[in-house]
């Protein structure tokens, strides 16, 4: 039985149409086989390794989803996690102060579920602090002392970040100085700036004897720096997930050239150590890795990331740089159709109604009609079914005593409530609307 709180979570996010930020262990279907395989991998990158993995499948296997699932599992193991988006105007992939940005702003942890990025670096202070303490040799009750002592362990743990990343650590100890101080904005503004945020004010720079905003040379070593500080918190690494690098493919020549570059330099500095304690997973569609407007185009990345995919997909290894996610086909989406109506069901007043209106029968019927509106893809159905299920079935059930959704229901799929992929699918049936029987 899961939590109360997991429950609205999961439910709250289906009935919206997006993927729940939690819980996502239940309705994990057909990845559970690749579990094992990272867990490994995340131990060997708790031991101050790199890791890199590549995600494939077509849309609708759950790229997105498999991405979220192997964050919250890493930060059950106490990992932080981040998520970042890729697309040609807000974070291409070569210009890596704005996935750098990005990856900040959604920076979670088992605490935080996003934005956990300053909670780390107080959080790291707070820690110096503990390990000054624990010496014995200072009363707590001694501000001037403790802060002394632990400026002085600041500056030994620092040592190692200020050789690659100098305006990191001056920053630092400014905001450490700040928040001593009391100044709130200028810590703010320091915040800002060591997040990677633009048009920080001049005096906030000044008074780290900082200049100009950060580059990519700079968020490289940023990087470096935070993973340094993660570790010395008590994280044992970042799972880092770059969703959606196929958007490369549809992206200006030159500005593809360097996004695939820039994905081959991320492997080969990882490869090289430059980033223990970071493992970097991308998802993107077989187009992306095997087209000619993908990986394809720049061999060293290609022969990175090539993994042979001819034999039976039973006998994939997962530990391989690249696995592939198996298609959503139709017994995968009624398993997660019954994972749906029992997670809404358990514990429910209206518990036994919710399981014999919707039951097994129902939920195949309804799963049917949504695929069939949409082409018979039943790789495009999950989000769209499951948003039926939870807001148009569940909810009228829970809600009406006398809601019959054989009866009382008509499926009905508007253009205005799908993704791109989803009226493609659509279009392609030329149905709009779908009675259940």
């Known amino acids: 039985m899961i939590s109360a ?206 200049k100009g905003d950060l580059d990519h040379f700079g968020a490289s070593n940023f990087l470096v720096g935070l993973l340094t500080i993660l570790r010395d918190s008590g994280f044992p690494g970042l799972v880092m997930v770059l969703d959606e690098v196929e958007t490369l493919q549809r992206m200006r020549t030159d500005t593809r050239e360097k996004g695939l570059n820039a994905l081959r330099q991320w492997i080969d500095e990882i490869d090289a150590g430059r980033y223990p304690g970071l493992y970097l997973v991308v998802t993107g569609t077989p187009a992306f890795f095997d087209g000619p407007q993908g990986v394809q185009r720049l061999a060293p990345l290609a022969q990175r990331l090539h993994v042979d995919f001819g034999t039976d997909r039973h006998f994939d290894n997962p530990r391989a740089v690249q696995i592939r996610l198996a298609p959503f086909d139709h017994t995968a989406l009624l398993a997660v159709g019954r994972r749906i109506r029992d997670i809404y069901a358990e514990g429910q007043p209206r518990e036994q109604r919710l399981r014999s209106v919707v039951d097994d029968n129902y939920i195949e019927t309804l799963a049917r009609a949504v695929a069939g509106g949409l082409g018979g893809k039943v790789g495009v159905a999950p989000r769209l079914f499951l948003k039926k299920l939870v807001a148009d079935i569940l909810d009228r059930v829970d809600l009406h005593e006398d809601f019959d959704p054989c009866r009382h229901y008509t499926l009905t799929l508007a253009e205005s409530e799908m993704s791109p992929v989803e009226r493609a699918a659509a279009s392609a049936a030329s149905v709009d609307d779908i009675e259940l029987p």
């Open 5 to 210: 709180a997991r429950r609205e979570d999961i439910v709250s996010a289906l009935r919206r149409g997006t993927v729940p930020s939690n819980g996502l262990d239940a309705l994990a279907v057909g990845i559970e086989t690749f579990a094992a395989t990272l867990d490994e991998e995340l131990t060997a990158v708790a031991s101050g390794r790199g890791g890199f993995k590549a995600v494939r499948g077509e849309y609708g296997t759950g790229k997105t989803f498999f991405g979220r699932w192997l964050q919250e599992r890493a930060r059950a193991r106490g990992f932080a996690a981040t998520e970042v988006q890729i697309n040609e105007t807000e974070t291409p992939l070569h210009r890596l102060e704005t996935v750098y940005r990005r990856l900040v702003e959604h920076l979670a942890t088992a605490d935080t579920a996003s934005g956990a990025f300053r909670g780390v670096i107080d959080g790291w202070f707070y820690a110096l602090e503990q390990d000054v303490l624990a010496d014995a040799s200072v009363d707590p009750n001694d501000a001037a002392t403790l802060l002394k002592r632990t400026d002085s362990l600041m500056e030994a743990r620092l040592s190692a970040i200020s050789k690659t990343a100098p305006a990191f650590s001056a920053v630092l100890r400014t905001y450490r100085r700040a928040l001593a101080a009391g100044d709130g904005m200028l810590a703010d503004g320091l915040i800002s700036w060591l997040s990677g945020q633009p048009n920080v004010a001049a005096g906030v720079k000044r008074a780290a004897g900082i």
